[in-house]
Structure formats: C-alpha cells, structure tokens
C-alpha cells in the first residue's frame, strides 16, 4: 500500500476539510471504527486494553472533501510516564479538532467520567467544536437499552449528534459519514489526497509486530513491549526489517522467546504475513529481543522510542 504522496491538487470553493477526533475509553471500538470509515488497516486491534498508544491518522478524500480521522490511545489514569505521553498524544490530537467523535461502549460500566471531563473541558475551550456521540456495539444490545442509552447521553453532554452504531458489524457507518461531512468546514485539503495516513512505513512495521505481540502473549508481556526498526530496506521484489524487540526484564525477555525460541518464531510468521499484505511484497523480517530495563518510566527511552 502506497501510504504518502506528495502529487499536488487543485480544489474547489466548495471543498470541505477538517480534522476529526475518536476519543474514548480503552476497548470502546475506536480504532475498529477508524479502520471501517478510512477502509485500510492502518489501526492495530486486539481485545486487550490501550492497544493503540499514538495519535494515528486515517485520511479519507473525496473529491469535494477530505476528512482527517485521528485515532488516539484510550483515556486512562496515567499509571506509568509511557500513560503520560499517550495521553499527551490525546491532547494534541483535541488540540486542532474540527468534529470531535466519542466513541462509547453501549455495555461501558466503568467510569466515564475522565472522558466527560476532558470533552466538557474541549468544548468550553473551543466553541467551534462539533460533538458527536457513537454509541458502539449496539450488535451486543437490545432495542431498550439503546434507546436508554441515547436519552442518557442526550442528557449528560447535550452533543450535536448521537449516533448509535456497530463498527465491527459496519452498522450505521454511513450515517457517521454523513454526519461528519455535514459538520465538517470548508477548508482546502491538508493532504495531498491519495495520503492515507501521517504515519510512516516503519510506524506499521512496529505496530504489525506489536499487534502479533498483544495477541500471543496473556496479561503482562504486551505492555512491557515495545518494538523499534533498526533497519528498513525496500528493493523492488523485497522488503529486509531488521526489528528489536525491547521488554523491561530478563524474565521477560525469556517468556516472549518461549522454549527453543518457538514463541518468538509464531510472532515472526504471523507479522511477516501481514507485512506481506501491507506492502504487497516478499518480506523478510529479523527480530533481536533486548532487555531495556524499566522503559515505560524513562523519559529518554520513551522519546528514543517516538513518545
Ligand atoms: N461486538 C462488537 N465488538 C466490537 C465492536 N467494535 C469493536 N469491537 C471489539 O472491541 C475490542 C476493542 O476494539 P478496538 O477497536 O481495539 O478498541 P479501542 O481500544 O477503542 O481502539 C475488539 O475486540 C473489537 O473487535 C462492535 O461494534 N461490536
Ligand atoms: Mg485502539
């Protein structure tokens, strides 16, 4: 897939563009729903909570529109300073927000509270600012509760819009479009319009592993995982990545290997799998697993690792 362009366009008075905003909760289905309205893979999924830990764009252009989705690391208590810089990436993602989408589980029973406060907090600063409410996962719900749900949202944040919806199922996502087009302002494109996204090749290479690591490994060894390209060549029949794979401890180190390194072989083949896909070619990917103790607390590792 050809990620950035540069080919330069003319547009019309009537050409609407704008940035906006999925925010919510960990798991609530953002970045399912960011991938089904840009229609590429460009977000990771897993079940597992604070998957997505950077601002990540998804481009959609028209040609009388181009919307900037950006999806952003679920809204947390920062426990770690890693929490601190994905939460960092939330604010400035609200920073320039045009539309702003909160994306909430219709089965959510945690607290919402901190992303109330947050969207209350935006819309006071910025007065332009559209609120869209997405109910996702109304395939897990019956008619009532979804009913329920929009009188309570209608309530508590009084949005421009609710839309009830399933991103996973694709139900309703037209209507998230149309919405989102309505609201958007007339603006030339930001983006050359065949740019899918302001990530680079090598952001997927680390997220396609980091995806393949979030679903092969129980509780701890995702989080204490990161994973950085040391060296990217793209020839015309292959791609060579030499990746490192960093774990905040020796024990980990072994657990994520697995016994005769069988572990580490899965993840291997299922990310060049994907890799595969997304560059549309051979690919052969090394993986050297380092120990880099306590990352998540060190602020120099954590910009070294693009926080
Ligand atoms: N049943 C159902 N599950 C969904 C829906 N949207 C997302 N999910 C699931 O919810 C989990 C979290 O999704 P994800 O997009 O990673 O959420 P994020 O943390 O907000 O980005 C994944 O297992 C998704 O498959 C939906 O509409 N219905
Ligand atoms: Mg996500």
Redesign the pocket.
């Known amino acids: 897939m050809d990620i950035q362009n540069t080919q330069i366009e003319n547009f019309s008075d009537s050409h609407k563009a704008g940035f906006v905003t999925l925010l919510?909760k960990?798991?609530?289905?953002?970045?399912?729903?960011m991938n089904a309205l840009v229609g590429e893979k460009l977000?990771i999924?897993?079940?597992k909570?604070q998957?997505?830990r950077h601002r990540i764009m998804g481009i959609l252009s028209g040609e009388d529109y181009q919307i900037v989705y950006s999806?952003t690391p679920?809204i947390i208590e920062p426990h770690y300073e890693l929490h601190k810089r994905m939460m960092r990436f939330v604010d400035k993602a609200l920073e320039d927000t045009d539309v702003l989408l909160f994306?909430t589980d219709i089965a959510e029973k945690h607290d919402e509270d901190d992303a109330i406060n947050l969207i209350l907090t935006q819309k006071a600063k910025n007065k332009g600012l559209t609120l869209i409410i997405l109910i996702?996962?109304?395939?897990?719900a019956d008619e009532q509760t979804v009913k329920d749900k929009i009188l309570y949202w209608q309530e508590k944040l009084n949005p421009e819009e609710i839309i009830p919806?399933?991103?996973?199922?694709g139900f309703n996502l037209d209507a998230v479009l149309e919405r989102v087009l309505q609201y958007l302002p007339l603006s030339p494109p930001y983006f050359p319009k065949d740019t899918l996204t302001n990530q680079s090749e090598r952001f997927f290479v680390r997220e396609i592993i980091r995806e393949k690591i979030f679903l092969g490994y129980a509780q701890e060894i995702p989080y204490c995982t990161e994973v950085t390209v040391l060296t990217f060549e793209d020839t015309p029949d292959i791609v060579r990545i030499l990746t490192e794979i960093h774990v905040e401890r020796k024990s980990q180190k072994g657990i994520l290997i697995g016994k005769g390194g069988e572990k580490i072989k899965q993840i291997g083949i299922a990310a060049r799998k994907d890799l595969e896909t997304f560059f549309g070619k051979h690919v052969y990917l090394e993986q050297h697993v380092r120990v880099a103790p306590d990352w998540r607390k060190k602020s120099g590792k954590l910009s070294n690792f693009g926080y």
């Open positions: 919510g960990p798991n609530s289905g953002k970045s399912t729903l977000s999924i897993t079940a909570a998957t997505t999806d679920g994306v996702n996962k109304i395939d897990l919806l399933s991103a996973l199922h």
